[in-house]
């Protein structure tokens, strides 16, 4: 005796029309938000940059007093004219003197020089051309061993750190940072053979930790190794 007619496996299945719809309007939403994302922080920060910036001009000298319309990013403008301008006095010989007679100033100040100086150090090390920072990605054990986190190596511990530090190995600074803000974190000194360098970007390992582990980078070719290789090599006393 034959099995009765099973018409739901006779039959393909197909997809509702709001399923349908629903796909699609993930698709569109997965490729839509980066860029809309992306030109209101965009947006946003010029329009911040304006609102700290115009008010420093005098109204007669804005556009919206011969236009009689605000034009967003002309604070932006400014800033760029003006940070370029003083970056060329200070290269000469009378910008260098006025910046250490102000400094000389400054440092007379007590709580005022604690501020300016760690600002400047800051400020100097991460705008400065000659010197990179943040090279390598790694791996360290944190909090405890047998628990794994992404950090990135900056320096090797230099000066009391390094002379107090009775590790017997060399120390390296790692910066670890949190997720999903990677500009807080903490500041690690670690034995350099406790540290595992990474093959992936500096970019990569931060989009890792921004996304919680859930955008991974894409396999390092060979091509970048020596590369990687050359940087590690740098971190040798």
Not at 70 to 88: A, D, P
Not at 107 to 112: A, E, K, L, S
Not at 168 to 195: C, R, W
């Amino acid at each position: 005796m034959t099995k009765p007619f099973d018409e739901d496996h006779s039959r393909p299945h197909r997809t509702g029309i709001f399923a349908r719809l629903r796909a699609r309007f993930l698709t569109g939403l997965v490729v839509i938000l980066p860029v809309a994302l992306t030109v209101w922080l965009i947006w946003t920060m010029i329009g911040w940059v304006d609102s700290v910036v115009l008010p420093l001009i005098p109204y007669d000298l804005t556009p919206s007093h011969y236009l009689g319309i605000n034009l967003r990013g002309v604070g932006v403008i400014v800033f760029l004219v003006f940070t370029i301008l003083v970056g060329s006095v200070a290269k000469g010989l009378i910008g260098r003197t006025l910046i250490r007679l102000g400094e000389d100033l400054v440092n007379r100040m007590p709580v005022v020089r604690s501020i300016y100086s760690g600002v400047k150090q800051i400020a100097e090390t991460v705008f400065a051309q000659t010197e990179r920072s943040f090279e390598t990605a790694c791996l360290v054990q944190y909090p405890r061993k047998g628990i794994w986190a992404i950090g990135f190596i900056s320096t090797m511990a230099k000066g009391e750190i390094a002379d107090r530090a009775e590790t017997g190995s060399t120390l390296v600074s790692v910066f670890l940072p949190t997720t999903p803000n990677p500009t807080s974190g903490f500041l690690l000194f670690l034995a350099k053979e406790d540290v595992i360098e990474l093959d992936m970007t500096v970019e990569d390992a931060a989009k890792l930790i921004i996304s919680a582990g859930l955008v991974y980078p894409s396999k390092v070719t060979p091509e970048d190794l020596p590369a990687k290789k050359d940087r590690s090599a740098a971190l040798v006393p």
